[in-house]
């Protein structure tokens, strides 16, 4: 599985945006990117994942690099909610039926929000 | 629609007895992944089921084993418990590959 590279925290205050950033310099053509959040004494939570082209939700925005090998996920307006842990990883779309479950979890960002 | 349940959200075994954990998957979900997560770390896969087959498995030893049923639920099962097995188990459930995975919130074991 290509490797991602995270920071191992970031802090923020209520209401202002986030950047989170990931480095994937080794993504493949067919890796799609994901991010995924784990809040306190919870299992992790899907937030968006993209291929090539930028992707919003309700949740956040997923901005991709040109080259692919980097990516930033934004929340627009951080909450008190929004403290977790953040989880980029990279799932192979051409890996097949025996990937469908498997997510390769790296330590992730923690972030703190500050009211 | 009722999201991915488990049980026992918590429990404590001693060194060398056995443990079954459940999970009920999201509706409509074939794919069930069960995940390892110690303190300050990030899940580890163990390994999946899809159509009551195991057919993805990380690095884990075989006394880490597990069922499928036809209704999707599944179990996960570890024998001969050792005190590196204290962990948060996740399962989760999944359609589709490249969609997202749905988790629930996870059994606590604690091995003493």
């Known amino acids: 599985d290509a490797k991602t590279t995270q920071p191992n925290s970031m802090e923020s205050n209520e209401e202002e945006p986030v950047h989170l950033p990931c480095n994937h310099s080794t993504i493949s053509g067919t890796d799609y990117i994901h991010w995924y959040r784990q809040l306190p004494s919870q299992g992790p939570e899907y937030v968006i994942h993209?291929?090539?082209s930028n992707v919003n939700n309700r949740m956040a925005s997923l901005a991709i690099a040109e080259d692919r090998k980097s990516s930033t996920l934004i929340l627009h307006r951080a909450t008190l909610r929004d403290a977790a842990v953040y989880y980029c990883i990279l799932r192979d779309g051409d890996a097949g039926g025996t990937s469908y479950g498997k997510l390769t979890f790296g330590q992730g960002t923690i972030l703190t929000v500050h009211p | 629609e009722t999201g991915v349940t488990q049980s026992p959200t918590h429990l404590i075994k001693t060194r060398g007895q056995q443990v079954t954990l459940r999970c009920s998957s999201q509706?409509?979900?074939?794919?069930v992944s069960w995940y390892q997560q110690a303190l300050g770390q990030g899940p580890q896969f163990i390994f999946q089921?899809?159509?009551?087959?195991?057919?993805g498995r990380g690095n884990f030893p075989p006394r880490f084993s597990g069922l499928q049923f036809p209704n999707y639920s599944s179990e996960l099962n570890v024998n001969a418990l050792e005190l590196d097995d204290s962990a948060l188990y996740l399962c989760?459930?999944?359609?589709?590959?490249?969609?997202?995975?749905?988790f629930g919130e996870g059994s606590r074991l604690t091995v003493l």
């Open positions: 089921y899809y159509r009551e087959e195991e057919n």
């Open positions: 509706s409509g979900h074939n794919t």
């Open positions: 993209g291929l090539t």
């Open positions: 989760a459930s999944s359609y589709r590959l490249a969609g997202e995975l749905f």
